[in-house]
C-alpha cells in the first residue's frame, strides 16, 4: 500500500494512493497514518478494501509528511562508499548514528527555509524507513519484520553548523523544513528494498544517483545495530544515508541559496520538489 498524508500543515487527512496515483481518502477508515492508528486490525480493513470505493481527492491537494506521530529520527551517515570518499571520511567499520530533531520534518513539496546565517545548506537524498513493532536485540534475520514502511527523505544539511562549530551534527541536521518526508508511505511488500534507485537534481542538473544495493550497511544490519543500543518503537523513522553528489564535495563547493529548486526522487517511493526560500519564521 502506499500512504499518504493531505491537507493544510496541522490539518491533514490520511489518504491512499491507488494504482492509478489517484489519492483517496481514508478518513472513514483510519484517524491519520501513523503507527498508532495503522493497528492490525485496520490493515486487514484496509487490504479487504477496493481503493475505488474510496473519495478521490482534489489532484492540486498539498501533501503533508507521509507520516504522524514520529518519535524518533535516527540518522545513518557515510552509509554508501562514494559518499564516504568525496567526504574525505574513512569507510565506517559500524554505522555512523546520529539524530534529527522531529521539528525538522515537513511535506515533500513545501518550502526549504534557510536557516538564519546559512552559508552551507546542503543537499542529500535519502531512504527513511519507519518502525513498526518495538525492537530490541534482534539479529538481522529477524529486522525486516520491524519495518512498517518505506519514504523518502530529504536530509537537508547546513555543513557549517554541522561540521565547524563542534559538538554534534544534529546543530546542521535539524533545522525548521530540514527533512521533507515522502509524499508516500509504501508497506515493504511493494518493494525490492535493497535495489531502489536514489537521483537528486538542482535547478534541473543532476547532482545525486545512487541504489541501496550499494548501501555499506543494509536496512536489515542497520535496524539490527541499532537494537542492540536502544529500544526502537513504532514511529521511529530511520533514514540510512545518501550516495555521492552533495554540494560541499564539489569544486568549488556548491550550496543552495534562496531561488533554487531541488527535485528528488526514489524508485517506488514517489518524487520530491522544493523551492528554497530566504530565512523567515517557522
Not at 108 to 120: A, E, I, M, Y
Not at 124 to 147: C, F, H, N, R, W
Request: with cysteine; net charge negative.
Amino acid at each position: 500500500m502506499k500512504f499518504i498524508r493531505f491537507g493544510e500543515p496541522g490539518q491533514e487527512r490520511p489518504g491512499l494512493v491507488d494504482a492509478g496515483g489517484t489519492i483517496r481518502d481514508l478518513s472513514a477508515i483510519v484517524e491519520d497514518v501513523s503507527m498508532r492508528h495503522l493497528t492490525k486490525d485496520v490493515m486487514r480493513r484496509l487490504a479487504a478494501t477496493d481503493p475505488q470505493s474510496l473519495p478521490p481527492v482534489d489532484s492540486d491537494v498539498r501533501i503533508g509528511p507521509c507520516l504522524a506521530d514520529v518519535r524518533n529520527l535516527i540518522s545513518i551517515g557515510l552509509n554508501y562508499v562514494d559518499h564516504a570518499i568525496e567526504s574525505n571520511a574513512p569507510i565506517p567499520a559500524e554505522p555512523v548514528v546520529f539524530n534529527k530533531l522531529t521539528s525538522c520534518i515537513s511535506g515533500p513539496n513545501d518550502p526549504v527555509v534557510l536557516l538564519k546565517g546559512s552559508q552551507k545548506t546542503d543537499w542529500e537524498v535519502e531512504v527513511a524507513m519507519v518502525i513498526g513493532a518495538p525492537t530490541y536485540l534482534v539479529d538481522e534475520a529477524q529486522a525486516l519484520a520491524s519495518i512498517a514502511g518505506l519514504c523518502i527523505c530529504h536530509d537537508i544539511s547546513e555543513r557549517e553548523f554541522q561540521l565547524e562549530r563542534g559538538g554534534q551534527w544534529m546543530k546542521g541536521k535539524s533545522g525548521p523544513t530540514y527533512g521533507p518526508l515522502g509524499p508516500w508511505l509504501v508497506t515493504p511488500d511493494e518493494l525490492d528494498i535493497q535495489n531502489l534507485d536514489l537521483w537528486l537534481d538542482v535547478n534541473g542538473t543532476r547532482m545525486q544517483t545512487g541504489t541501496t544495493a550499494k548501501m555499506i550497511f543494509g536496512f536489515a544490519a542497520i535496524v539490527s545495530y541499532l537494537s542492540q543500543f536502544m529500544k526502537l518503537m513504532p514511529g521511529d523513522v530511520i533514514t540510512t544515508g545518501t550516495p555521492a553528489g552533495v554540494g560541499m564535495a564539489m569544486t568549488p563547493p556548491r550550496f543552495l541559496r534562496a531561488g533554487d529548486v531541488v527535485s528528488l526522487g526514489v524508485s517506488g517511493l514517489g518524487e520530491q520538489r522544493q523551492q528554497i526560500v530566504a530565512h523567515r519564521a517557522v
